[in-house]
């Protein structure tokens, strides 16, 4: 170890006010110091002397070690100041960030140096480790991996991961998410999965900062066996929206009863301001006929056989909102028959004319049948009118055809 100990610019002695300084060798006044320190000849310390003195390290501060990586990138991108809060230029001025410190190790460059306690460790079998240099052909092929793992991260940046495809080969609707999220206390959802609904460019209008982008998506959840739910997640990016959806919707879980595990109990007219859901019971092996965002929350929530038709406005959102409302408020048999204090039979195509008894009241059957009115309330849809009695017919079945 060198006698003596040259003070650099980043070490600082520290002094308690003006109280002397302690050595081994005794008390040294702080004119001493500062005299001794503007002299040429500067008299070198003992090695005792100087494991005595408290050295603290400072680090100057700077323009480029004040401020976070966030906000020096926000001042090379031109994202601060009223014109960008505004939204002006914004397509001009939009690069791509990049991690500089990605691959960098402190202390490494092409000379080769090792220094103790950046790229080499301070000790080696008990002994301090002083600067030296690396081998030529060890340095090499050093410089030869950082560039092969550059131009690999390079390559992973410019791979595009083909995801999963969904209603349309662009769309987002249909895609799965997976499970949602563990809970904070541990809790896990991996017989759930996550379909996307919808996603879509929103804008709010803020007096500060204008027009304000961000992303809106509707992600249903289900696990297959009656529990599903959804829910709307909102960003600024669309990668943080999905997630906040998907992991939302598993806090709103509806429970849907189902018949004989593939189908709805009964007809059912569902209603969401302007969006009209009509869904009907069907046999087994009929499967979904319906709208391909109803298609995709049935088979989350195990609905196997139904039709369905949306009249009106086709907004996913009220879509989601009337099917979620009607498949909840449906009434299984046994419900209806203790309503009606009857017995619930059923009559199918296979069994002809024999009924088939599908609930019983508790409390056993009145004797007196229902009361039946002089008018039956019974709401016919004009388009089931027209196809019972063989008036529906193509659209292009009067279009007259030119025969060159």
């Known amino acids: 170890m060198a006698a003596s100990i040259r003070v650099c610019g980043v070490l600082r002695v520290t002094f308690g006010g003006v109280a002397p300084l302690r050595t081994a060798g005794g008390a040294v006044q702080r004119s001493h110091l ?5 002299t040429p000849a500067f008299t070198p310390l003992t090695p005792a002397a100087a494991a005595a003195v408290t050295w603290q390290q400072v680090r100057h501060g700077s323009f480029f070690n004040k401020l976070t990586a966030d906000e020096l990138w926000r001042g090379v991108l031109g994202e601060t100041g009223a014109g960008s809060k505004k939204g002006r230029g914004k397509r ?3 690069k791509m960030k ?6 960098q190790i402190i202390g490494e460059g092409k000379g080769g140096f090792l220094w103790p306690g950046l790229n080499s460790p301070v000790l080696r079998e008990g002994v301090v480790q002083t600067m030296s240099l690396r081998g030529e052909s060890e340095q090499q092929e050093l410089q030869a991996e950082l560039v092969r793992q550059r131009e690999e991260w390079d390559r992973r940046r410019r791979m595009k991961v083909k995801r999963e495809r969904g209603w349309t080969g662009s769309s987002w609707g249909g895609i799965s998410l997976g499970s949602p999220d563990p809970g904070p206390n541990g809790e896990t959802y991996e017989d759930f999965d996550s379909r996307v609904i919808e996603v879509k460019t929103v804008f709010n209008m803020t ?6 982008r961000s992303i809106s998506c ?3 959840v289900g696990n297959g066996n009656g529990a599903a739910g959804f829910a709307l997640g909102k960003a600024p990016d669309r990668t943080t929206a999905l997630r906040k959806a998907k992991n939302r919707a598993i806090h709103y879980l509806y429970y849907i009863e189902r018949y004989n595990d593939h189908t709805i109990y009964h007809d059912i007219d569902s209603t969401v301001k302007k969006t009209t859901l009509r869904m009907k019971k069907q046999s087994r092996g009929y499967g979904l006929h319906c709208h391909r965002a109803v298609i995709t929350i049935c088979k989350l929530i195990g609905l196997k056989d139904m039709y369905a ?3 009106g406005s086709v907004n996913l959102l009220n879509v ?15 419900v209806l028959s203790d309503k009606k204090q009857l017995n619930v039979v059923e009559f199918q195509s296979e069994r002809g004319p024999l009924p088939l008894l599908v609930a019983r009241p508790e409390g056993g059957a009145r004797a007196e049948p229902e009361p039946q009115d002089a008018i039956p309330n019974t709401r016919l849809h004009w388009e089931d009118v027209r196809a019972a009695q063989g008036m529906k017919r193509s659209v292009w079945a009067g279009v007259k055809r030119t025969i060159w």
Not at 34 to 38: G, K, M, Q, R, W
Not at 207 to 212: S, T
Request: aromatic share 2%.
């Open 34 to 38: 500062s005299t001794l320190s503007t």
């Open 92 to 94: 001009a001025k939009r």
């Open 98 to 103: 990049k991690d500089l410190n990605r691959g």
């Open 207 to 212: 007096a500060k900062e204008g027009r304000k």
């Open 218 to 220: 509707l992600v249903a």
């Open 309 to 311: 038709k949306v009249e």
């Open 320 to 334: 989601t909102k009337a099917l979620f409302t009607g498949l909840a408020n449906q009434e299984t048999h046994q």
